[in-house]
């Protein structure tokens, strides 16, 4: 079983920037081995992909958040980021954290709020 806890979120400027941390843990959990990715979820609007990060450190990301936000990873410390930078209104939502190995089922955090005024 894998937990993940957010952390981060809060309110900020438009322009402005947030560090999301996403923290893995588990009883039989190798964090290298998973593909750890961010999604977030606006009020009345469905969840969608911000950015993934393989294993081996391939990302990828919307084109809504590309050149904008920035996912890593450190592996030492069972953690992925989300640097986001140049913050807009629009980018106001819920984040969560995922993490999935291949053809397995995805696991989600609880969830951490940004909001962003203009």
């Known amino acids: 079983q894998v937990q993940l806890v957010e952390s981060g979120g809060g309110l900020v400027q438009a322009g402005g920037s947030l560090r999301l941390s996403c923290v893995a843990s588990?009883?039989?959990?190798?964090?290298?081995?998973?593909?750890m990715g961010w999604y977030r979820q606006a009020p009345g609007k469905q969840r969608e992909l911000v950015a993934t990060i393989t294993s081996r450190g391939r990302t990828n990301y919307s084109d809504s958040v590309k050149g904008r936000f920035t996912i890593s990873r450190d592996n030492f410390k069972n953690t992925v980021y989300l640097q986001m930078n140049s913050l807009k209104p629009e980018d106001t939502a819920v984040y969560y954290c995922?993490?999935?190995?291949?053809?397995?089922?995805?696991?989600w955090g609880q969830g951490t709020q940004v909001t962003v005024s203009s």
């Open positions: 995922t993490a999935q190995t291949d053809g397995g089922v995805p696991t």
């Open positions: 588990g009883s039989i959990f190798i964090f290298s081995i998973y593909t």
